[in-house]
């Protein structure tokens, strides 16, 4: 448990400068040069009254309550916007700033509602705090006059309110709108006394530009903008830190609560990851995990037509162990595998890929990040040797240049994307690869200086006909290549990119970008100082995935931006635990840390350690896990944590699988579309029940601490314990510290890495090892992990999924801001207000070729299956491409997708799908009906 309250210093801090001593209060105070004086008085304990200040802001000197008096200075000086300086003398206390203070605090007050009892602030209110501090105990002008104190709530947002009565005008939220999350939805509008904080041109909260991040939330110091949850449960009593569960940025929370009721989740502000920030899903879509379609007791059939059965626990799992070694009786022992979830924690992936290997005696287990960023890894172990990505989320600030390619951060990653446009707003140059015009293309203050709108399908032509203009134009940081990469490979490189078939002249042919545009763009990336690649599912769900990995690591190293703060190529994992699963050995033909099941040394290191043979050979992918499923050879699956009837391409082929199965288990939360055809159902722990570690895009390994008593009675790594002992291969553990325990000893990169150190430190990055027990902020700093950069040749070959007479179009997906993959959790809370269903975005051209309207109902067709949308006719999308998000199972967007995949990893081509639209003949309230229903309320909800 931690401080309900952190200490607030006012201004942020200044870790870099020359030592300044000043005296406070008769206090010797050293402190770095460019520290605010109310800043070095908090560090010596000494905490100036402010309101309009805190830390994570910058000074604004606006609420005059922090005024003091510096020796030989006139008047009474701002302390958050004072610099210290040598020798200065300052006075935070004496009478007459108590006198003036007590004034500036009575003309708030006479302004202000007085029902502190029945304010929902009430304990935990600054304007409360300060009155109380000033000792202000009578408000000498009285009531009467002109006042706001009948403005109207605008309760329009599902988490929060806003009540303009509680204002207080301190710009607070209006600054964190703006320096923090980088949307500028608010404005003070008018000014003097009818000053007021406005959302938009006067619009309501939902309405505006807002994007529910929390930030102006968090930063007001009244009751003006309060959680539901709060106004409904009251004030916390104490808090947990936490890890969230939605995707890989991996911020750290403060869980507040009262017993064991969540009252709200507030970014942490020294999480690693976030530094204090949050988006809409973080902070408030937490209610899914006390939802009532929540799966709470164990299930079986004997067979999919049988309705459900609840069980005990021990029946269950032997029910399980049963169907599991019956199906190995008759079809073998490599009939059976397991799928590893990205959403569970290091410790409850690492204990299924053990019970599969050890106690199932296969290597058929695979993870979720197969059909998302599996060619990350083996793009990135190719080139650098080791499949992650190269920086921390802080080493973006030292960035001039920022290529995004495939990849929606403001959107996807918002917290990272707040990041990114903030450095973008203090001079950092943008290049954005992306076949829509997503945000980053231009929203307030932030516009790319290019936007290569590229055709899907065409990203190695693209990178190709990049590096074709920094080899071919002399841009290439010889001395870089001389010092950290291999010769050999690199003059093969070399030779290839300046053939004049990866020129961007004949690029511009596959790619539909202006060569002028290529070559700008390779120039600036080459010359424009530190630059840096991040990249998501945009590149990676394609054929060429993996060659498109290996392209964007031979740029870096051909201009030797790698190794350093504020350059590097960094995935932005789509899920909280991507990286995790894959580095707990979730792959079929890798152990943790990535070591091949083939090497002998590395396998007798388990089989002692596991007490268990291993087998040498590598097992099934998912996707030929189906496919043997279909062909009658592979009869049982365990589904950790995975829709997969929803999540996977090619519907249809998906369900055949799981529908020939003999012995399906699924372990998770709610029974979703994979559990219609289940015979073992496992109810799993949602992250606020976890006890355990997630580890995101920048490998950064956080702690997962329960926050709530687990619902289902048993956590999700003993049931998978249970059900290896069951199955005749003794698993045992008292605690995940254990597990975690057992990871650091079998895994060189985790070798330093243990609860008590991670609770010391708040999170480490690995590698932790002897050499770098604090952990690796920045890889491949001294050398790449293989010894020696290796470039690769990447070959552009156009994928098959093209473009015909009867499908013209080409259908990409990707995902919005509210939702979370495939809906599960996101669908269950308040977010569905801002997307109550998947939208397919197309272009006016192709839409009025089609006599579509916006609003219509449309069939989309591919060649392998149709759905239904409605249509949204948007200037995002170029004339011949149209998107769509996979949020919601019945629009049901992979019912179209092919089973076309990357041809080093099968992660599946998500990204370009030949498709026909036409108007729909369902009926217009098709969607409505289809609708889930959930209840808008409380956070809770």
């Known amino acids: 448990m931690t401080m309900i309250r952190e200490i607030d210093y006012g201004t942020s801090a200044r870790t870099s400068g020359t030592p300044v001593t000043l005296e406070i209060d008769g206090r010797s105070v050293t402190v770095p040069e460019g520290t605010s004086v109310m800043r070095a008085a908090a560090e010596a304990g000494i905490m100036v009254p402010k309101l309009c200040a805190t830390d994570h802001l910058e000074s604004f000197g606006s609420c005059r309550l922090c005024m003091v008096e510096i020796e030989g200075r006139r008047g009474t000086p701002a302390s958050c916007t004072t610099p210290v300086a040598p020798g200065m003398k300052v006075a935070t206390q004496n009478d007459r700033l108590a006198r003036l203070r007590k004034g500036v605090m009575e003309l708030y007050i006479s302004d202000h509602p007085l029902d502190c009892l029945t304010c929902p602030a009430n304990g935990n209110c600054e304007l409360q705090d300060m009155a109380g501090t000033v000792g202000l105990r009578e408000v000498r002008y009285g009531f009467d006059g002109a006042n706001h104190l009948k403005q109207p709530k605008d309760e329009s947002n599902p988490y929060f309110t806003f009540d303009p009565s509680k204002c207080i005008v301190c710009s607070r939220c209006v600054r964190a709108c703006s320096e923090v999350q980088g949307t500028f939805a608010l404005t003070i509008d008018s000014r003097g006394f009818a000053s007021m904080v406005s959302p938009g041109a006067g619009e309501s909260f939902m309405d505006s530009e807002c994007v529910s991040c929390g930030a102006c939330v968090q930063a007001c110091p009244t009751a003006t903008l309060m959680e539901k949850s709060v106004i409904a449960h009251g004030q916390a009593e104490h808090s947990v830190i936490t890890t969230c569960a939605y995707c890989g940025v991996g911020c750290s929370f403060k869980a ?41 007791h164990p299930m079986v059939r004997e067979s999919t037509a049988d309705p459900w059965r609840v069980v005990s626990w021990e029946e269950a799992i032997a029910t399980a162990a049963r169907r599991l070694k019956a199906v190995q009786e008759t079809y073998g022992r490599h009939a059976i595998g397991g799928i590893t979830s990205s959403r569970c924690t290091n410790e409850e992936v690492y204990v299924v890929q053990k019970m599969i290997r050890a106690a199932f005696g296969t290597n ?8 998302c960023h599996s060619p990350t890894g083996y793009g990135l172990k190719q080139t650098f040797g080791t499949s992650a990505g190269t920086q ?20 996807g990653h918002p917290v990272f994307g707040s990041r990114m446009k903030k450095r973008i707003r203090a001079g950092a140059r943008l290049i954005v690869a992306d076949p829509r015009r997503i945000d980053l293309v231009r929203s307030p203050h932030v516009e790319a200086a290019h936007h290569l709108q590229l055709r899907p399908g065409s990203n190695v032509a693209l990178l190709n006909a990049m ?20 010769a050999d490979a690199f003059a093969r490189w070399e030779s290839f990119i300046a053939e004049p078939r990866n020129s961007p002249e004949v690029a511009e042919r596959s790619t539909g970008v202006p060569a002028a545009g290529i070559r700008a763009a390779a120039r600036l990336y080459a010359t424009g100082g530190n630059a840096a690649i991040y990249y998501g599912l945009g590149v990676t769900e394609h054929t060429q995935g993996s060659t498109t990995v290996m392209a964007m690591a031979n740029l870096a190293m051909a201009t030797g931006n790698i190794g350093r703060d504020g350059v590097g190529v960094n995935p932005l994992r789509g899920q909280n635990n991507v990286q995790g699963s894959c580095d707990m050995g979730s792959f079929p033909h890798e152990l943790p840390g990535y070591r091949h099941v083939s090497d002998t040394a590395v396998r007798t290191l388990f089989e002692q ?33 995975e829709d997969i009837a929803q999540s996977d391409p090619n519907t249809a082929h998906v369900t055949a699988a799981l529908g020939a199965l ?18 073992v159902f496992f109810p799993g722990t949602s992250f606020l029940e976890k006890d355990g570690t997630f580890t995101n895009a920048e490998r950064r390994i ?22 290896a002992t069951a199955l005749g291969y003794p698993m045992h553990y008292d605690t995940t510290a254990q597990i975690m325990d057992e990871i650091a000893r079998l895994t060189p990169s985790f070798a330093g890495v243990s609860f008590r150190r991670l609770d010391e430190a708040g999170s480490l990055q690995w590698p932790v090892t002897e050499a770098a027990p604090q952990g690796t902020p920045i890889m491949h700093a001294d050398g790449f992990m293989r010894g020696r950069g290796r470039f690769m040749i990447t070959e552009y070959i156009a994928t098959e999924e093209r473009p015909s007479r009867d499908f013209p179009l080409i259908l990409t997906t990707g995902r919005i801001l509210s939702h979370y993959n495939v809906g599960a959790q996101t669908r269950r809370t308040a977010n569905v207000a801002w997307h109550p269903e998947d939208i397919l975005e197309i272009n006016a051209h192709d839409a009025e070729q089609r006599g579509i309207r916006d609003g219509d109902l449309v069939s989309v067709g591919s060649r392998v299956g149709a759905t239904t949308l409605r249509a949204r006719i948007s200037d995002r999308m170029p004339p011949g491409v149209v998107y769509t998000t996979f949020h919601h199972p019945v629009t049901g967007a992979n019912v179209v997708t092919t089973d076309a995949s990357d041809w080093a990893t099968n992660c599946p081509e998500y990204k370009v799908t030949a498709v026909q639209i036409r108007l729909s003949n369902q009926p217009a309230d ?16």
């Not at 009721?261 to 976030?274: E, W």
């Not at 240049?401 to 990849?407: D, F, R």
């Not at 996707?623 to 009658?632: C, E, L, Q, V």
């Open 702 to 723: 956080n702690r997962v601490r329960p926050v709530i008593p687990e619902k289902t009675g048993k956590a999700e790594w003993r049931i998978v314990s249970e059900l």
């Open 364 to 371: 058929n287990v695979d993870t979720c990040a197969r059909v």
């Open 256 to 296: 507040e609560m009262q017993g064991t009721t969540v009252v709200r989740m507030v970014p942490h502000k020294d999480g690693g990851a976030n530094e204090g920030h949050s988006c809409v899903k973080g902070r408030f879509a937490w209610g899914y995990a006390t939802h009532k379609d929540r799966v709470l």
């Open 392 to 411: 921390d989320f802080r080493s973006i600030d030292r960035t001039d240049v920022i290529l995004v390619i495939g990849a929606n951060p403001t959107d």
């Open 609 to 641: 350690a596991w007490g268990a043979p291993l087998d040498p050979e590598p097992g099934l992918r998912i996707p030929n896990m189906f496919d043997a499923a279909i062909g009658g050879t592979f009869k049982g699956l365990f589904v950790q944590g």
């Open 662 to 679: 003999d012995c399906l288990i699924v372990q998770d939360l709610f029974l979703n579309e994979t559990a219609a055809f289940a015979h």
């Open 926 to 941: 098709r969607a409505r009906r289809h609708a889930p229903i959930v209840r808008v309320g409380t956070a809770a909800e």
């Open 467 to 486: 590096a074709h203009v920094i080899v071919t134009e002399g841009l290439v940081d010889r001395a870089f290549v001389a010092e950290r990469c291999e």
